[in-house]
């Protein structure tokens, strides 16, 4: 993936993104042993970049699928003390952050990562990235309700679009159901608001997939780093190039 020569520098924590601005026109950055002087110049992880003749410190790109615990809030720091993100990712080389977010009451598939561009676009509205939940609501939900869900609902910042709906089953025994969701939009709290509106509130939700990828073999509080292939089917759900 390329991007601009002033960002990556400003990665690189060379400087400010301004001020590497500033060092390319004056002649200060070198790729591949040519001086460039124009800033709308891309450059991609492969390019030898050096600034008055030292090379640059790159961060090497990561990828972590993470299964977050309820009770989590998926921030890197809270002021009220509560267990983050962050104390799960200490002894990582890199720094990572989420994409996105999952509520302190939900658990389930979580990705982190240092690619802000990957981030940026899976979230994007436009990419239409399908996030599928697994979600326990009391009482017994007829199919009419679930067919709400499936049209789109309204909501205060308007209507959903149609969902993907799976009945996994009516527990009559604990007067509950459990069903499977697919939405690609990423409202706050979308899910909980949904089944709100169908008059049956959220007990339990878990999200079970982000894309193609999932929580098997996964367990709680656990994470690992995703493989080659896996990275490049997000950045093409991202529609990044490379």
Known sequence: MEERLQKVLAAAGVASRREAEKYILGGRVKVNGKVVKELGTKVDEKCFITVDGKPIKRERKAYYLFYKPRGVVTTMSDPQGRRTVADYVKDLSQRVFPVGRLDYN???????????????????PSREVNKTYRVGVPGIVPQEKLDLLRLGVKLDDGVTA????????????????????????????????????????????????????????????????????EAETLKKAAKLNG
């Open 106 to 124: 939900t658990e389930g598939l979580l990705l982190l990562t240092n690619d802000g561009a990957l981030a940026q676009g899976l979230m994007h």
């Open 162 to 229: 149609p969902a993907v709906v799976t009945l996994l089953e009516y527990d009559h025994e604990r007067n509950m159901t459990y069903f499977d969701i697919t939405i690609h939009e990423g409202r706050n709290r979308q899910i909980r608001r949904m089944c709100d509106y169908i008059g049956f509130p959220v007990r339990n939700l878990k999200r079970i997939k982000f894309g193609t990828l999932s929580l098997k073999g996964l367990s709680k509080g656990k994470m690992r780093e995703l493989n080659e292939d």
